[in-house]
């Protein structure tokens, strides 16, 4: 299994940055694929962004330019710098781990902006 703990949410004003932290625990040297996720209310989760241990990474087009998803194998961690955000960036944040064939999410962290 995995363990994933996020940090880093918070309320911010429009044009600000956030900087969000996810720490892994487990089983982790068999994670290929880590994400970061969003829920706003009312809708459904959507992939932000995601990394693979090799550094490829993919981005939803709302945020492409703004976000930047990071790794930090050594510590286990994967980040998401946030810059420029926009109200519509308002969700709740949740890590992912593939651990094929399953993925580990988790608790989420709040990202509020304000305009």
């Known amino acids: 299994q995995v363990q994933l703990v996020e940090s880093g949410g918070g309320l911010v004003q429009a044009g600000g940055s956030l900087r969000l932290s996810c720490a892994a625990s487990?089983?982790?040297?068999?994670?290929?694929?880590m994400g970061w996720y969003r829920q706003a209310p009312g809708k459904q989760r959507e992939l932000v962004a995601d990394i693979t241990s090799g550094g490829s990474t993919n981005y939803a087009e709302s945020v492409k330019g703004r976000f930047t998803i990071s790794r930090d194998n050594a510590k286990n961690t994967v980040y998401l710098q946030m810059n420029s955000l926009k109200p519509e960036d308002t969700a709740v944040y949740y890590c992912s781990a593939d651990l094929l064939p399953l993925r580990y999410w988790g608790k989420g962290t709040l990202v509020t902006v304000s305009s």
């Open positions: 487990g089983r982790i040297f068999r994670v290929n694929v």
